[in-house]
């Protein structure tokens, strides 16, 4: 029976983390070992998941508050290195009991050829009342997670292969674990896509702009992305990072497409290619219509 090192960083979520950790616990997959990384909390979190420690249940690591980014990285590296398989989990969800099986059935299928796993979740509100599907990227591939992140990371399996590539560079700057995965996932090895929800994603109704289903609302919200909070100019150092770790992995075509989103400073040659690339940018119409606008006007 394989082993599976679920990795959850916490950072003062008390409020829904029992919730959550019963759930991973009550996996219907045997073999399940819980890594939790306390972020600097300074509410209660690590209180309560010091009893989980004393009843033999979680491995826990303390630490001072890095992010959660850097605090996802820190626990794959001091993960026991021995388990085939590795998950990320977030604080406040809630799983379905069969997550684990699942992508461990879908990856054995697939031994050798798919190094990552990732499906469909559930949009709840904070009640884990169901509002929509999030769908993740049925498709991913290289121009498809380069200006966006293609799932969300709690429904994440990456193998052992994949976790020696995630570890072989520690980038200074990544928008997110799961995205920096994904963007290495598609580079050297394969990914394979669930379309099941597999997990309850929780949010504050009042934050859920990305999922909205109107026309509008989901404009504006992109537009404040760029204007408010600098979106582009955080991908491109993203991938500036990316390509200093992994150019040597990349094709030819994924080295040029790469290039064309380094440099920000106005060229008729790259922004033609960039408008015009054959691949889609997004597997969502409204994304890939906004990049593609946003390539013309030059802001991308």
């Known amino acids: 029976m394989r082993t599976v090192n679920v990795l959850m960083s916490v950072y003062n ?18 073999n399940v070992e819980l890594y939790v990384r306390d972020d600097g909390s300074s509410d209660n979190s690590l209180k309560l998941l010091e009893k989980y420690e004393k009843k033999g ?17 820190t626990l794959l590296e ?36 798919v190094k990552i796993y990732y499906s469909n979740y559930d949009i709840c509100d904070d009640q884990l009342e ?15 997670v380069l200006l966006q992140c293609p799932t969300n990371g709690f429904t994440i399996v ?3 292969d994949m976790r020696k590539d995630v570890l072989s560079y520690e980038p200074q700057y990544a928008v ?12 050297t090895g394969n990914v394979v896509v669930d379309s099941r929800t597999t997990a309850k994603w929780r949010r504050n109704i009042s934050s859920v702009t990305t999922n909205e289903s109107a026309f509008l609302p989901k404009l504006k ?10 979106y582009f100019g955080t991908v491109r150092k993203q991938l500036k990072e990316f390509s200093k770790a992994f150019d040597s992995k990349l094709t030819d075509e994924q080295k040029n497409l790469l290039y064309l989103f380094l440099d920000n400073n106005f060229s008729l040659t790259r922004w033609s290619k960039k408008l015009f690339y054959k691949k889609r940018y997004s597997f969502r119409l409204i994304d890939e219509l906004f990049f593609r606008l946003c390539i013309f006007i030059g802001l991308l």
């Not at 992508?103 to 050798?112: K, P, Y």
């Open 13 to 30: 979520g008390e409020k829904y983390l029992e919730e959550q950790i019963e759930s991973i616990l009550n996996q219907s997959y045997p």
């Open 57 to 73: 249940k979680i491995k826990l690591l303390r630490g001072e508050n890095l992010g959660y980014t850097k605090s996802f990285f």
């Open 78 to 113: 001091n993960a026991d290195d021995e388990a085939e398989y590795f998950a990320f989990a977030d604080q406040d969800d809630v799983w379905d009991e069969k997550k684990i099986e699942y992508a461990i059935n879908r990856l054995e299928e697939n031994s050798g050829e």
């Open 130 to 144: 169901f509002r929509e599907v999030g769908y993740s990227n049925p498709r991913p591939n290289f121009s498809s």
């Open 158 to 160: 990456l193998n052992t």
């Open 176 to 187: 997110g674990h799961d995205w920096w995965v994904c963007l290495i996932g598609v580079t």
């Open 221 to 230: 919200y992109r537009f404040r992305l760029i204007f408010k909070e600098n």
